[in-house]
């Protein structure tokens, strides 16, 4: 026994080794979070589609730059257009009725030079823009709420590291205590003034104990792993982490359980854009049915040859315009009003749900504020329980020494001393759930790490 003792002081001295990363090797709690936030591949990608969101509402931007394309064409006509001029009318000669057939053209043909086209006025751009940058505060909410989500991950690690190393501290006094109780029972045994099954009785609860310290550092060492990866710092063998403090202020909870705050909870900030992304593309759908306005120039020239030749001389015609280009769409290929329709449903689908949720965060605050009260009240009559069991179990102690106990009392009240200390570290990670639950819930998670 002692010998096991001394290999599990051994493993806690391990454990309790400072890894170089964070100079003395406490990790605080917004420490955690924002090396998780840096190192997680997932955040990172994530901020990329923010960034890809933003150069789309730049590139949105350009559609108002002149656009300028070279043209160049070289055309073969097998067959020349033939008009019917009125010749008659230009020539008296003729009867004022009479026509000739006329062929217009060259075989051959190319033209060069440059158009321009510089908008002026376009709607449907701007409608464009609006969405994008909605689109952007979109993506940033979409990635807030990743962040959220793993920030609760990390803070439940880190309670879970700081609640192990109590109950390793607790199972470290328990197993002190469980062997003395043996050790009494034993020299009894020996003096053959104590059954064996009493012995026996002792020696199991004593293993219980052990068994719980042993699995405690096993368990802490698994939530230490754990915390590592979530924090990027696991890629090396030798990489450990101590926390700056396990304990967290359930005090903070508000008399008067406040509504979650549609600004602090990205996942409702991400639904209400999303209505109102909706109600933008029904914009956007009027706005194909706008006119547009333009200006548009071309400079350059056409040659006409009945041979093929590029290079001829006295061939070439210099050819330009410029003007306004108005265009006002009337028939697009396209169902407007169904698209419309389909735009205005999903907002109303979109409210509906920003509705359910802000309910479901509203029911999950009030219901984590009351478990967290519950769970705080079970704590502290606990720790009472455990304090009287302890004196109980110390008074049972003295009175076997003395001859005026039975060792079949001292091993039940030691049971149930267990029992009760059992339940305690239970309720206290519970009481970490609930409490981080509530401040998920109303919005003030972000409290740990900003």
């Not at 062929?103 to 409608?127: E, Y």
């Not at 735009?343 to 749900?353: G, H, K, T």
């Amino acid at each position: 026994m002692k010998r096991l003792l001394i290999l599990v002081g051994v493993m806690l001295l391990g454990i309790g080794q400072a890894i170089p990363i964070y100079g003395q090797g406490q990790l605080t709690l917004k420490q955690a979070i924002t090396s998780a936030l840096a190192n997680r591949k997932n955040i990172q990608a994530g901020k990329m589609d923010v960034s890809i969101r933003k150069l789309q509402t730049e590139a949105l931007w350009r559609k108002y730059w002149p656009q300028v394309s070279a043209e160049y064409q070289y055309i073969y006509n097998p067959i020349l257009q033939t008009s019917i001029l009125p010749i008659g009318v230009f020539n008296p000669a003729y009867p004022i009725n009479a026509t000739k057939n006329v062929q217009f053209g060259t075989k051959w043909q190319q033209t060069a030079g440059l158009t321009v086209l510089q908008p002026l006025l376009d709607i449907s751009i701007v409608r464009l823009k609006n969405e994008a940058e909605l689109q952007e505060k979109i993506s940033a909410a979409t990635q807030a709420q990743t962040e959220y989500d793993l920030a609760y991950t990390v803070a439940q690690a880190y309670a879970n590291i700081g609640l192990q190393q109590e109950a390793i501290k607790t199972a470290i006094a328990d197993t002190t205590r469980t062997w003395i109780t043996y050790q009494l029972q034993y020299n009894k045994f020996k003096a053959k003034r104590l059954l064996k099954s009493d012995l026996n009785t002792a020696l199991i609860n004593h293993n219980n104990t052990l068994q719980k310290l042993m699995d405690a550092v096993s368990q802490l060492v698994e939530n230490k792993v754990y915390l590592l990866y979530l924090i990027g710092q696991n890629n090396s063998a030798e990489a450990d982490v101590t926390i700056d403090t396990p304990i967290f202020k359930y005090t903070t909870i508000e008399q008067n359980t406040p509504s979650p705050n549609k600004d602090s909870i990205p996942e409702l900030r991400q639904l209400a854009l999303q209505s109102k992304l909706s109600g933008l593309q029904v914009a956007s759908e009027k706005a194909k049915y706008l006119p547009t306005i333009s200006f548009k120039g071309f400079l350059g020239a056409n040659q006409y040859t009945n041979q093929f030749n590029p290079v001829a001389t006295d061939s070439w015609f210099g050819l330009s315009y410029v003007g306004l280009d108005v265009k006002l769409p009337l028939l697009i290929g396209e169902d407007k009003q169904n698209k419309i329709r389909q735009q205005q449903l999903q907002a109303y689908q979109f409210n509906d749900q920003l509705e359910d949720k802000y309910t479901q965060y509203t029911k999950d605050a009030i219901t984590a504020k009351l478990k967290t009260k519950r769970i705080a009240a079970q704590i502290k009559t606990l720790e009472s329980n455990i304090a009287l069991a302890k004196e109980t179990v110390k008074i049972m102690q003295d009175r076997l020494e003395a001859g005026e106990e039975s060792a079949t009392t001292l091993n039940t009240e030691e049971s149930n001393l267990q029992g009760i200390i059992a339940n305690y570290e239970t309720a206290k990670t519970q009481l970490s759930i609930y409490w981080l639950d509530y401040l998920k819930a109303t919005g003030q998670l972000s409290s740990l790490w900003k």
